[in-house]
């Protein structure tokens, strides 16, 4: 259920204010779906699993990665008004409207009690911490560069990475994250080509999308495991396999596919203002 979304890698002048209208309008498109869902309680979960908190992180993730886009994509670099950008596109209250419409729209009429008692329970948020603080970790590359070897030294017959496997399965992790971010790589596309930054078809962006598909595939299973190693390193099994087992409840999958949709769909809206900016910011450089 997992958490694996909120871990998912990934991704002023007048040009300036058309962007951030732009943004504006794709962040507050999704609205109608749940403005003010009547489901109580929904509120409380995120709250248990400090969903505001991973946003914030993301938000560092964001303008990191940004910063990379902005020195690899535009002539000069990285540059404050590329900044201003990424700070307008990377904005948690906006992000946290996305992210709660879809997730509270697909857990409409279920149970979730059973999950904000798990989640709000020493155990549950000794976990939700773990997660923040290896995430959190991870946004420093040497870290990162750390988690990964030790995944790639390790046995995978062994018990603890066994139990991991299981969690990936029960939760689906490697698919839904790789499918999350074709989705989104392929939202940047149209960003740029509908920013006129990028002259390509819908057929070549789905080409160039799914010719990523295998190396995305890779890296997402390396990235899984290295993170997760990483978080749970301090529960016991007795532990692991207690949120395992939540996790394969009716209830555990449909949070798990609640916390997909509304990750998905933020990291799409925040891919597609990305583009737009991106290519607002190679037009203003050709002038």
Partial sequence: ?????????????????????????????????????????????????????????????????????????????????????????????????????????????????PLVDFFSSETGTR???????????????????????????????????????????????????????LNASFQFYRGLVDGGGLAMTEGDILADVWGQEEETRDDTREWLYAFLMLAYEPLTDAELDQYIEISATPEGRLLNRALFAGFNAMYDEVSYALGLAAAEQMQTQEL
């Fill in 127 to 181: 976990i939700v911490q773990l997660e923040l603080s290896a995430r959190r970790a991870m946004i420093d590359d040497e870290v990162e560069d750390t988690a990964r070897q030790a995944f790639l030294a390790a046995d995978l017959d062994a018990p603890r990475m066994q139990q991991l496997t299981r969690f990936i399965e029960v939760n689906d992790l490697l698919e839904a994250n790789v499918a999350g971010a």
């Fill in 1 to 113: 259920m997992a958490t694996a979304t909120r871990f998912a890698q990934q991704p002023a002048g007048a040009g300036l204010m058309r962007i951030a209208a732009a943004l504006m309008l794709c962040l507050v498109a999704a609205l109608p779906l749940r403005a003010d869902p009547a489901k109580e309680g929904i509120d409380d979960l995120l709250d248990a699993l400090q969903i505001d908190s991973m946003l914030e992180i993301m938000r560092v993730e964001g303008l990191a990665y940004g910063a990379d886009l902005g020195d690899d994509m535009f002539q000069g670099g990285d540059n404050a008004r590329w900044q201003t950008l990424l700070s307008q596109i990377y904005d948690v209250p906006k992000m946290h409207i996305v992210m709660r419409n879809h997730f509270a729209h697909l857990l409409d009429g279920t149970d979730i009690g």
